[in-house]
């Protein structure tokens, strides 16, 4: 099993800034990629970015430019760095991990237990 604990949620100004961090522990050697997704009120959990375990990272398109994922492989823990935040940026934001789980390459993922984020003035 792998555990994820959240840090770094809160509210914050329009224009301003976070950094959301995600502590792994457990089995984190199944661990093949990691990121982030966010969930709205009244909609559905979105990909924010994702990072896999050789760094190649993945951003959705109202965040580029904008939120930079990053990882910290010593200390198994998982960045989100994010600037310019926009009102529609409010969110409970999710770490989310997948694991493999045989050799045929099946998956499993895991879910932190979210973190507020708050933007407004």
């Known amino acids: 099993q792998v555990h994820l604990a959240e840090s770094g949620g809160g509210l914050v100004q329009p224009g301003g800034s976070l950094t959301l961090s995600c502590a792994a522990s457990g089995r984190i050697r199944s661990i093949s990629a990691m990121g982030w997704y966010r969930q709205a009120p009244g909609r559905q959990r979105e990909m924010v970015a994702t990072i896999t375990i050789g760094g190649t990272t993945n951003y959705a398109d109202f965040v580029k430019g904008r939120f930079t994922i990053s990882r910290d492989n010593a200390k198994n823990t998982v960045y989100l760095q994010m600037n310019s935040l926009k009102p529609e940026d409010t969110a409970v934001y999710y770490c989310?991990?997948?694991?493999?789980?045989?050799?045929?390459?099946?998956?499993?993922?895991?879910w932190g237990q979210g973190t507020q984020v708050a933007v407004s003035s």
């Open positions: 989310n991990a997948v694991s493999t789980v045989n050799i045929e390459g099946a998956t499993v993922p895991h």
